[in-house]
T-cell receptor, first 114, second 114 residues
Framework: QQQVKQSPQSLIVQKGGISIINCAYE??????FPWYQQFPGKGPALLIA?????SEKKEGRFTISFNKSAKQFSLHIMDSQPGDSATYFC?????????????FGKGTKLTVNP | NAGVTQTPKFRILKIGQSMTLQCAQD?????MYWYRQDPGMGLKLIYY???????DKGEVPNGYNVSRSTTEDFPLRLELAAPSQTSVYFC?????????????FGEGSRLTVL
């Protein structure tokens, strides 16, 4: 059972445009929602994360929007650049209760054309 | 400061062979993890450890074993390799687990079983 559903699978955006990647989760006990960025041949790296007590978090050109009632969260990349071309993974976890199981979405391959 | 180091980067195994993927971190992190990444499937947790001498199963532990004799090292053992274990394996570490907000990943080990 896939607990975090991510869409789209791939995304092509022009330089300067907005990239939007969406994720939906099922487990209402999840309380930590990170996004990871992965370049080809490299391991994933944390990009930005949010907890459900806020509806939005912004770091530079990257923003997470969180909708607790809909059990959805999304990543917005403003002014997308060719250097943003990578695979993006959303994830979710229940950090209380000693769980160390971070559940990942299937990933979105973003291509930003110059 | 090397971070998380994985060896080997590439390996081809024959069906039924065994091998160990090595993972070492120099950040004095308590928590360590092994994930596998298959195309279009995201990352799935194989095993994790919250400290030396303590390990626990993740989502997909069958066919694998781990040990954690030191804080620095977390090797992953594949016994009787099968084609289904063809994947890219990532080791990750975290100082205090998911509550700290970040996993640090190695660059991966690409394994092919023929």
């Amino acid at each position: 059972q896939q607990q975090v559903k991510q869409s789209p699978q791939s995304l092509i955006v022009q330089k300067g445009g907005i990239s939007i990647i969406n994720c939906a989760y099922e487990n209402t006990a999840f309380d930590y929602f990170p996004w990871y960025q992965q370049f080809p041949g490299k391991g994933p790296a944390l990009l930005i994360a949010i907890r459900p007590d806020v509806s939005e978090k912004k770091e530079g050109r990257f923003t997470i929007s969180f909708n607790k009632s809909a059990k959805q969260f999304s990543l917005h990349i403003m002014d997308s650049q060719p250097g943003d071309s990578a695979t993006y993974f959303c994830a979710a976890s229940r950090t209380q209760g000693g769980s160390e199981k971070l559940v990942f979405g299937k990933g979105t391959k973003l291509t930003v054309n110059p | 400061n090397a971070g998380v180091t994985q060896t080997p980067k590439f390996r081809i195994l024959k069906i039924g062979q065994s091998m160990t993927l090595q993972c070492a971190q120099d950040m004095n992190h308590n928590y360590m993890y092994w994930y596998r990444q298959d195309p279009g499937m995201g990352l799935k947790l194989i095993y994790y450890s919250v400290g030396a001498g303590i390990t626990d199963k993740g989502e997909v532990p069958n066919g694998y074993n781990v040990s954690r004799s030191t804080t620095e090292d977390f090797p992953l053992r594949l016994e009787l390799a099968a084609p289904s274990q063809t994947s890219v394996y990532f080791c990750a570490s975290s100082l205090l687990g998911l509550n700290t907000g970040e996993l640090f990943f190695g660059e991966g080990s690409r394994l092919t079983v023929l």
